[in-house]
């Protein structure tokens, strides 16, 4: 089992590469199986919680959405004995009521990604393991953190639920992409979500996310469609909420509900364990080791 370092992770996304109000500060360099993460993770104490916090993109946003080390920043965190990790992901909206600088803590993802790394088990692992997704975030979690992000004095608006659909990008939307995901019934638009919950789920992480509304992509006809600016322009000015939420959200970790994240690959592996080679096993051990003792 992992030494526990941190049981609270944070994957910042675009507008959120630093955690303020962080006490007692360090900063780790973390190799994975699957080579180094994002950047370094730093741990602070916020709150009386240890938090582990990583900038998705890398220091000053050098990772596209399709390069960002998914498995290896899942992995990292959990080494880290994280348990729970919250997103926080900056988004377009494809509804009227989901308005710029709103907040969503969506509960379904649509993945519409198609050059990323989407699972450690992959051909080196030895094994084949199918987890479930049929409710992609923890709804324990996700709970959790709707009520920190409606807390007094955060001062957005905040919807529950909602799907997240997830484009490899990186350009954004054409219109008539637009109006296809709105007829689907998607809600928000992203590019980082998938595969970061299907790994999340494959290394028993509880994961949920806070979305930040940044603009109406391209489908609003009387809107200018989306651009970098408009979105680094509300960026800062949600990310002040996205850090009040997650303050909010530390003295309510204890009360979060039971969930099954925790043994998502318990009735997962397929493969028989005697013929999985022990050079396999030992690479996926921080996931695999407690059920092939
Ligand atoms: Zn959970």
Same mark, same amino acid.
């Given at each position: ?15 959120? =590469? ?6 007692? !500060? ?25 938090? $582990? ?36 992901? #900056? ?7 989901? #308005? ?7 509960? /379904?993802?649509? @993945? ?11 051909? @080196?692992?030895?094994?084949? #393991? ?17 009520? +920190? ?14 799907? =997240? ?5 990186? /350009? ?15 809600? !928000? ?17 509880? =994961?949920?996310?806070? +979305? ?16 970098? /600016? ?9 990310? +002040? ?14 009360? !979060? ?5 925790? +043994?998502?690959?318990? @009735?997962? !592996? ?9 050079? $396999?096993?030992?690479?996926? @051990? ?8």
């Amino acid at each position: 089992m992992a030494e526990i370092v941190a049981r609270l992770g944070v994957i910042g996304g675009t507008g959120l =590469y630093r955690m303020d109000g962080l006490a007692d !500060i360090e900063e780790r360099e973390i190799m994975t199986p699957f080579g180094p993460p994002s950047g370094p993770i730093t741990l602070g104490t916020l709150g009386d919680e240890r938090v $582990a916090f990583l900038a998705r993109h890398g220091r000053g946003h050098r990772l596209s959405p399709t390069r960002v080390p998914y498995r290896s920043n899942l992995w990292a965190l959990k080494s880290l004995g994280v348990e729970r990790v919250i997103a926080v992901s #900056a988004v377009g909206s494809l509804r009227e009521e989901l #308005a710029p600088l709103d907040l969503v803590v969506p509960d /379904q993802l649509f @993945d519409r990604t198609t050059d990323r790394a989407r699972t450690f088990f992959d051909a @080196d692992a030895g094994c084949v #393991a199918h987890v479930s997704l049929a409710d992609p975030f923890c709804l324990a979690t996700s709970a959790a953190l709707h009520a +920190a992000a409606s807390a007094p004095g955060i001062g957005a608006r905040v919807h529950r639920g909602g799907t =997240y659909i997830c484009i490899e990008g990186p /350009q954004f939307s054409t219109r008539g992409e637009s109006r296809v995901f709105r007829e689907w019934g998607m809600d !928000i638009i992203g590019m980082t979500g998938m595969p970061e919950a299907r790994l999340a789920r494959e290394a028993e992480l509880c =994961y949920a996310m806070l +979305a930040l509304v940044t603009d109406y992509d391209v489908w609003r006809e009387e809107e200018e469609p989306v651009t970098v /600016q408009i979105v680094v322009e509300r960026l800062h000015r949600n990310a +002040a909420a996205a850090r009040e939420t997650l303050r909010a959200l530390i003295p309510r970790l204890a009360a !979060i509900g039971g969930c099954t994240c925790r +043994a998502a690959l318990q @009735d997962a !592996i397929v493969t028989d364990p005697a013929v999985i080679p022990s050079k $396999a096993r030992e690479r996926l @051990d921080l996931l695999l080791g407690r059920y092939l003792a």
